[in-house]
């Protein structure tokens, strides 16, 4: 598996922002108490991983996967 690190992120764009060195998550929820990022195997579908998005502002929780690039499988 890939060497990826869960960081500090942006709040905005909302969504998955792919850059040249991660991917930034950004995701809305007012009810949530924790979010948690599922990374898997692109090939058995597997999960491999769970991040927990680190940062919540505005009820939008966000987090930056250093090392992440497109093709990442997650949910």
Request: hydrophobic share 35%; glycine share 10%; net charge negative.
């Amino acid at each position: 598996m890939e060497h990826y690190r869960m960081e500090p992120g942006s709040v905005y764009p909302i969504g998955a922002t792919v850059t040249e060195t991660g991917v930034n998550f950004a995701i809305f929820s007012a009810h949530a108490e924790k979010i948690e990022l599922c990374i898997f195997d692109q090939y058995s579908g597997k999960e491999l991983k769970r991040f927990v998005l680190p940062q919540r502002e505005h009820d939008i929780w966000h987090g930056f996967l250093k090392g992440a690039k497109t093709g990442l499988v997650y949910g």
